[in-house]
């Protein structure tokens, strides 16, 4: 980063163009702004309106109803355990407008959803937990994005 920042003032310096050298810093922020998505969807997530679940396995279920609720996707659980829950989601706002246009992300794109997930997942059942994108779409080439949301166990 901080290269990219002392070629930007040598461009000023210079009177060159320093654009090319602004998407190259938005590339080397990735991870932060990974993490920045990440917490932006969590804090959205926490003040969202569900219900307290108390068993782990009727979180799904109640998933199922608050994801289209609020419009953040279509969602399709793929698997349910005591420890995670694997879900698809597809049409959700990080993706939609990108999926199909061949445009292809390196990582995972959409932290904010995962975020999102982890922060419902929380205020539902009242534990820690931990959403990551396992597989997204705008890197498979498919339609949906993959999430795995991890409950941590004190
Ligand atoms: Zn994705």
């Keep these: 980063m901080s290269k990219i920042l002392s070629e ?5 310096e210079e009177n060159k163009e320093i654009g090319d050298l602004k998407v190259g810093a938005l590339l080397a922020l990735g991870h932060q702004l990974e993490a920045i998505f990440y917490y932006l969807g969590h804090e959205l997530g926490t003040i969202l309106n569900v219900k307290r679940i108390k068993e782990v396995k009727d979180i799904p279920e109640e998933l199922k109803s608050i994801i289209p609720k609020y419009n953040i996707g ?3 659980i793929t698997e349910s355990t005591d420890e ?8 959700h706002s990080s993706s939609k407008d990108l999926i199909g246009k ?3 992300s390196k990582g995972n794109f959409c932290s904010f ?3 999102m997930l982890a922060g419902i997942v929380e205020r539902m059942s009242n534990a820690h937990c931990f959403a990551q994108e396992v597989n997204c779409g ?3 080439g498919g339609e949906a994005c993959e999430f795995m949301i991890v409950f941590q166990k004190d």
């Design 138 to 140: 705008l890197q498979t």
């Design 74 to 76: 279509d969602i399709i």
């Design 102 to 104: 061949d445009i292809k």
């Design 8 to 12: 930007m003032k040598k461009h000023l």
């Design 84 to 91: 995670i829950i694997s879900l698809k989601l597809k049409g």
């Design 113 to 115: 959803e995962a975020g």
